[in-house]
C-alpha cells in the first residue's frame, strides 16, 4: 500500500514538473512580449521626455493631446474611417468568400486541390514579391487588356484615385484566404459523416447542409477570426507599406500603418510619448468593442448542437 502511494506520488511529481516545462516558454513569452513590451508602452503615454537636459517627467499633456486629435484633426478622422471601413469590408466580403471556399474544398469538388494550393500560396510566398506580382497585373496587365478589349485607355489601378482603395482591399481579401481557408476547412474535416448522409436522407440540399451543419460546427474557428479582426483594427496596416513604402497617400493609411510609421520616423526618444497615447487611446477603443463582439458571437450565434 506504502509502495502504492509513493508510485502515485512521483507520478503526480513528474506531471506537475512536466507541466511546468511545457507552460514555462509561452509564459515567459507572454511576460517578456506582451506585458513588458505593451507596459513600457503604457508608461511612455504618460512620459514628457527632454533630450536637451536628458529628463523625463510625468504628465497627461500626451495622451490630452492625441484625444483631443481624434476628434477634431480631419487627418486622424479619415484614417478613422479607413481603418474601420477596411475591416468591415474585409469582414462582409472576405469571410463569407472564405467559407465558401472551404466549404468547396471540404466536399472535394472538382479543382478543389488546386483551389487549395493557389488560395494558400500568398501565405508562403513573401509579401514583398506578392505585390510586385499584383502590382504589375493592375498597373500594366489589367490596362493593356482593356486597351486589347474595349480600345480604351485607362490608367492602373494603383495610379487612378477612384480606384486604390478597392484594389488594396481586394489584394488583403485574396492574400487573407490562405490561413482563413486552411483554417475553416480543417474545422469541417471534423463533422461526422454519419450526420451529413442522415441530412441527405431527409432531404437536405447543399445549402441547408451548410447552413444548419457545416456553419454550426466550425462557429467556434469562425467567431475566433471575427474577434481577432476586431482587436486588429486598429494595428492592421493593410499591406500598405509593401505597397507604398513610407509614402501611402492619406486616404489609405489606417492606424496600424499611421503608427508604424510614426514610430520608424521618430528622430529621437521624445516624439514616442504621443505615439504610445495614440496606441493606448486605440486600445481603449478596441478592448470593449472586442469584448462586446465576442460576447455577441456567444450569445447570438449558431449551437453545434
Known amino acids: 500500500m506504502r509502495n502504492t502511494q509513493k508510485s502515485m506520488m512521483s507520478g503526480k511529481r513528474k ?17 517578456v512580449f506582451y506585458i513588458v513590451v505593451n507596459g ?25 493631446r492625441m484625444a483631443k486629435m481624434l476628434v477634431t ?29 472551404s466549404y468547396y474544398i471540404f466536399k472535394k469538388l472538382p479543382l ?61 481579401i485574396w492574400v487573407g484566404f490562405g490561413t482563413g481557408v486552411l483554417m ?19 432531404g437536405a440540399t447543399g445549402f441547408r447542409e451548410f447552413w444548419s451543419i457545416t456553419l454550426p460546427s466550425i462557429f467556434p474557428t469562425l467567431s475566433t477570426f471575427v474577434i481577432t479582426g476586431v482587436a486588429g483594427i486598429f494595428t492592421s496596416q493593410m499591406n500598405l507599406f509593401s505597397f507604398y513604402g513610407g509614402a501611402a497617400p492619406e486616404d489609405l493609411q489606417t492606424f496600424g500603418y499611421y503608427l508604424y510609421m510614426h514610430t ?11 505615439v504610445a497615447a495614440l496606441g493606448l487611446l ?3 477603443v478596441a478592448i470593449p468593442l472586442t469584448m462586446l463582439v465576442k ?9 453545434a448542437d
Open 184 to 202: 475553416y476547412a480543417n474545422g469541417m474535416s471534423g463533422i461526422s459523416q454519419e450526420i451529413i448522409d442522415a441530412a441527405h436522407v431527409d
Open 295 to 303: 460576447w455577441a458571437m456567444e450569445k447570438f450565434g449558431p449551437s
Open 73 to 101: 484633426d480631419h487627418g486622424m478622422l479619415t484614417i478613422l474611417k479607413t481603418s474601420f471601413v477596411s475591416y468591415l469590408l474585409l469582414l462582409i466580403i472576405g469571410t463569407p468568400l472564405g467559407l465558401l471556399f
Open 40 to 64: 513600457g508602452s503604457f508608461l511612455l503615454a504618460f512620459q514628457n521626455i527632454n533630450i536637451v537636459t536628458n529628463t523625463t517627467t510625468w504628465t497627461f499633456d500626451s495622451v490630452a
Open 112 to 172: 478543389s486541390g488546386a483551389f487549395r494550393v493557389i488560395l494558400f500560396l500568398p501565405s508562403i510566398i513573401s509579401a514583398i514579391v506578392m505585390v510586385t506580382i499584383f502590382q504589375f497585373i493592375v498597373e500594366r496587365a489589367v490596362p493593356e487588356l482593356v486597351r486589347l478589349l474595349f480600345h480604351k485607355t485607362i490608367p492602373g489601378l494603383m495610379e487612378n484615385t477612384a480606384t486604390r482603395f478597392g484594389t488594396v482591399i481586394f489584394y488583403n
Open 15 to 31: 506531471d506537475v514538473i512536466f507541466y511546468v516545462l511545457m507552460m514555462a516558454f509561452p509564459v515567459i513569452q507572454f511576460i
Open 264 to 274: 520608424a520616423a521618430a528622430a529621437s526618444r521624445a516624439e514616442y510619448p504621443d
Open 282 to 284: 486605440l486600445s481603449c
